[in-house]
């Protein structure tokens, strides 16, 4: 009656249920309501511990090591009692900082280090893949035990088939696209997986229910109760010697180290920190887990060593494996529907494993392997596009299947040779590895990556060395040789008896090496150097996840960064302009013309997590990004509150500092304003005695002259004329002074009415040595002028220009010796201006005055000593007018050889040329 | 006020350390040893007696030092 077709049938029925209730979760947990907000469904999903291994395993292990196989479960009651501070803080930190798996959390803690996440992923995968082949072995098995009802029989070595005509494979197969299904529908930046966790918790049910009615109907329906089996039991010596402590796994340092083995899996087994922390919904659901969790563990061991007694007691005679008691039994009893839900609960136990497990490792394998391999081979083709969802679906895909195929393959080439227990116990040792480094990682913040990277490629090593090679080497992948032996035949490295330490079954001996060297190197190595400002930060933000505010309601998650964030961000750190001017710039370098176009991809917040670095340190920076990057819980906000006052403080020190630079420059600026206005202060003393005494001196002289002629009508007509001319003379140079300053006061106040033609330098040239002729002649000077055949004309005004000639003429005719003197006048055409020189062999300009003659008032020499020979505005008018028409006004001169005064002014020339015809 | 629930969530989790010293205190040697000797009470071996109530009892205590008080302590 309990035909192959049946149990196939229950099989789908059981899976079918399965995805009604993870569909329902999923429902519930879009509308908001969700379905597993509840700390009892969190502590049943925790059960997930319970494998096929505490469904069959369980029994097998005590039925040949009594009471032994309880430490397995003792350890997580332990530590339960200390989740209060472990797992709790781990869930705070994880929330917090978006951790997804435990691979994450280990690169996290050490300042986000890729190595780390890599080896805590390898190190995972090699670790529980046995664990999952133990999961195939066991559906494998009880499919084909229960195929055979009513007869009771053990399924044939798996490894001497084909695997194509193993149902093994295809259970593999079936569990990779249930895995897929259940797991990566679609992609959740968090990944949590409600309905996926409600499915769990209803599996961990299930497991219970069945385990439980089998141990009854053994107990109660098999036997009269627990008294009438023990004491059956008790007859038999060798029975009698599993109620007591002893045997081979019985050992109280066996007891121990398993005890500790197990303790350090139910936290860091991949799948127990899948469920007891990614996907935790509320902290608070903890409280209860504490108990109810070990409650559970506690429910379904009552019953093991009953249905081990009651198992050895009924096939006394061997052939059957104890590993099958649970089901074996009910078919021995002829009770199809109990051997049926047993069945259904070894396959809820193996299959809840598998699901959650594979899911904890592909998630693992994605982002902390495949993805930063992948983002550093091919990062800027995969920056390129915008949606990367679909890549991760398809490596979390693949990593599913690559990690069921491994299971199986393990299973097909060695899983027959070791009992469930012991290939549970490897993968226990493997993840126990992160102990150190997770355990100091939360509460020693002077653990650093170079100890976490040591410690645990120390730890691995050892496990590969004394638990898994000795495994390969019992399967008969290795040659036996290498346990009684040692690699090389020395036997200091016998892996089970390693530096010659004896006396202790493999599990303790790998426990006790790989954490001696683990520990050990774990603290030293951190121990010799401190760590770097990011560890640091990280370390206190691990450490220190009490201290802060737990997230509240922050159950709102964001898949991806937007590049509007990703810039405002950078803007209120760099402030906007640097983050335009970065981020144009970090365009540029990629290729692309705006800013704006930037995708918001892992290159491109890296580079924005690099350039906040620079600003407000890199464990910040990070923080900063993972808040714009995926969700904002409400402690990153405090964290961005903390360091916007920061940075608010920066920026007023950088203001400050600014503020005191301008400050400065003011100070120095004040100080030339006030030398400048020192020195014109003196100018405009100098002007003012200057311009009384040159009004003085024509006027005393007009006066001097008017008296005589006053007093003195007697005068002949001849001296009379004189006196008379002398008067209009002096008074003419004073007209003439009045004007020159009214003239400057005019030119430099930008009142001056110019009336600018284009004329030709030549005709004025001639114009103002003609008026200038008398003068040289009465000097008896030589005058000497040059000038080419063809000028261009210039545009200026052509009075002022005459005006600048006559005073150039009249200084050198001023300076020169009378009968030696020589004044030669040259206009030469340079490209773009017309230059004249005006040289005179006169007494020369020391160095010092050739740039004050310039000056109002200015004059070669000392003016109080000598007789000024002019009014001292000449040059300066001069040089007014010059500038203003765009040339230049200056003097080459050394002392006794002569001076030259040149001016040039812009010709029009080329565009004279282009309008020829 | 704000004190007080500061001292009753340290003093939670240390009872639970507690616990947890006295659980790697209960199923340990050298007390397991006194328990594995094979007798039987109730017609039940002792040392499973004594473990399992042992660990029934560990977890009353711990469900007693989590649950009391405010819930969400």
Redesign the interface.
């Known amino acids: 009656m309990l035909t192959g077709g049946l149990i196939v049938v229950a099989s789908f029925i059981y899976v079918g249920l399965l995805f009604a209730i993870a569909a329902y979760g999923d429902k519930r947990a879009d509308a908001g309501r969700s379905l597993i907000a509840n700390p009892c469904i969190y502590a049943l999903s925790l059960a997930v511990y319970c494998t096929s291994w505490t469904f069959y395993g369980s029994v097998g292990r005590a039925a040949t090591g009594g009471m032994g196989f309880l430490s397995i479960y003792i350890g997580p009651t332990l530590m339960a009692a200390l989740w209060w501070y472990l797992l709790r803080k781990m869930i705070r930190i994880s929330k917090a900082n978006r951790i997804t798996s435990i691979a994450d959390f280990v690169a996290s803690r050490y300042g986000k280090s890729q190595i780390l996440g890599g080896l805590v992923t390898i190190i995972a995968v090699v670790g529980v893949i046995p664990y999952i082949a133990l999961q195939l072995k066991a559906i494998s098995t009880s499919f084909s035990i229960i195929l055979n009802y009513p007869g009771v029989a053990m399924p044939e070595r798996i490894g001497s088939r084909f695997f194509l005509d193993d149902n093994t494979f295809y259970i593999a197969m079936l569990l990779a696209v249930f895995t897929i299904l259940f797991g990566t529908r679609h992609l959740d930046a968090t990944e949590r997986h409600e309905g996926l966790v409600a499915a769990i918790a209803f599996e961990s049910l299930v497991k219970l229910v069945a385990f439980v009615a089998v141990g009854l109907f053994v107990t109660y329906g098999m036997y009269d109760g627990f008294g009438d089996l023990f004491r059956r039991a008790a007859e038999n010596p060798q029975l009698h010697a599993l109620m007591a402590l002893g045997g081979e796994s019985g050992s109280y340092t066996a007891w121990a180290s398993l005890t500790v083995l197990s303790m350090f899996a139910v936290m860091f087994l991949p799948r127990q920190f899948q469920v007891a922390v990614v996907e935790n919904v509320d902290e608070r659901h903890l409280n209860k887990a504490i108990w109810l969790f070990p409650l559970y563990l506690l429910a379904i061991n009552v019953f093991v060593l009953p249905i081990a007694l009651g198992g050895l007691l009924h096939f006394s005679s061997g052939g059957v494996d104890a590993d099958t008691f649970v089901l074996t039994l009910p078919i021995a009893q002829a009770q199809p529907w109990i051997a049926l839900l047993a069945f259904v609960g070894g396959l809820s136990a193996a299959t809840g494993m598998v699901i959650v497990e594979t899911i904890a490792l592909s998630t693992m394998l994605c982002n902390d392997l495949v993805m930063p391999l992948l983002l550093r081979a091919a990062g800027a083709r995969l920056a390129a596009s915008r949606d990367l969802s679909q890549l991760l679906l398809g490596i979390r895909r693949g990593a599913i299947v690559g990690i069921l195929m491994l299971g199986y393959l393990y299973f097909y080439l060695a899983g027959e040779s070791y009992a469930l227990v012991s290939i549970g116990l490897i993968s226990f040792s493997a993840v126990a590895q992160f102990a150190p480094a997770i355990i100091g990682g939360l509460f020693w913040k002077g653990g650093n990556r170079r100890g976490a990277i040591c410690g645990l490629s120390a730890g691995f090593v050892i496990w590969i060395y004394t638990l898994l090679l000795p495994a390969f080497a019992q399967s008969g992948w290795l040659p036996i040789t290498f346990l009684s032996q040692g690699i090389f035949g020395i036997d200091l490295l016998k892996p089970q008896q390693l530096f010659g330490l004896n006396g202790l079954d493999e599990i303790s001996h790998c426990l006790f090496w790989s954490m001696f060297f683990n520990v050990g190197l774990y603290v030293a190595i951190s121990l010799l150097r401190a760590p770097d400002a990011a560890e640091r930060s990280q370390a206190s933000l691990f450490v220190d996840a009490h201290r802060q505010t737990p997230a509240a309601g922050s159950r709102f998650w964001r898949g991806s960064a937007s590049m509007d964030e990703l810039s405002t961000l950078l803007g209120r750190f760099l402030g906007p302009e640097r983050a335009r001017d970065a981020l144009a710039d970090y365009a540029r370098q990629r290729g692309i013309r705006a800013p704006d176009a930037l995708p918001a991809d892992p290159l491109t917040v890296h580079h924005a997590e690099s350039l906040l670095a620079g600003a407000i340190g890199s464990a910040s920076a990070r923080v900063m990004i993972a808040s714009v990057v995926e969700e904002e819980p409400l402690d990153i906000g405090e964290v961005i509150h903390i360091i916007d006052e920061a940075s608010q403080v920066l920026a007023y020190s950088r203001q400050l500092e600014q503020k005191s630079q301008e400050l400065q420059a003011a100070t120095n600026e004040l100080r030339g304003a006030n030398l400048r206005l020192q020195e014109l202060d003196q100018l405009k003393d100098d002007f003012i005695s200057t311009v009384t005494h040159e009004l003085r001196t024509p006027l005393t002289s007009i006066r001097a002259f008017s008296e005589i002629l006053l007093d003195n009508p007697a005068l002949p007509q001849e001296q009379r004329d004189n006196f008379l001319s002398i008067i209009i003379r002096e008074s003419e140079r004073l007209t003439r002074l009045i004007n020159q300053v009214l003239d400057l006061a005019k030119l430099e106040s930008g009142n001056t009415v110019w009336q600018a033609n284009a004329f030709d330098l030549r005709e004025a040239l001639e114009e103002s040595l003609n008026a200038m002729s008398q003068v040289f002649q009465d000097n008896r000077l030589r005058v000497e002028s040059h000038w080419p055949e063809d000028v261009a004309p210039i545009v200026a005004d052509r009075d002022r220009v005459m005006q600048v000639l006559l005073n150039l003429l009249s200084n050198a005719a001023k300076f020169c010796t009378p009968g030696t003197g020589h004044v030669r006048v040259m206009l030469v055409h340079t490209p773009e201006a017309l230059r004249v020189d005006v040289a005179d062999n006169g007494p020369g300009i020391c160095e010092q005055d050739q740039a004050r003659i310039f000056d109002k008032f200015r004059q070669a020499g000392d003016t109080l000593t000598q007789k000024p020979t002019g009014s001292g505005l000449g040059l300066a008018i001069s040089r007014q007018i010059i500038e203003h028409f765009g040339g230049r006004l200056w003097v080459v001169s050394e002392p006794g050889a002569g001076a030259t005064f040149s001016f040039t002014l812009p010709c029009l020339g080329v565009l004279d040329d282009a309008q020829k015809p | 006020m704000k004190l007080r629930p500061a001292t009753q969530h340290g003093l939670?989790?240390q009872r639970?350390?507690a616990?947890?010293l006295l659980?790697?205190l209960l199923?340990?040697?050298p007390l397991?040893?006194l328990f594995?000797?094979?007798d039987?009470v109730?017609?039940?071996?002792l040392?499973?007696c004594y473990?399992?109530s042992a660990?029934?009892a560990?977890?009353?205590l711990?469900?007693l030092v989590?649950?009391r008080g405010d819930?969400?302590?």
Not at chain 2, 42 to 45: A, H, I, Q, T
């Open positions: 939670k989790g639970l350390a616990l947890f659980g790697a199923f340990n040697y397991l040893q594995a000797r094979g039987m109730f017609g039940v071996p040392i499973y473990v399992f660990w029934a560990l977890i009353g711990m469900a989590v649950e819930s969400n302590g």
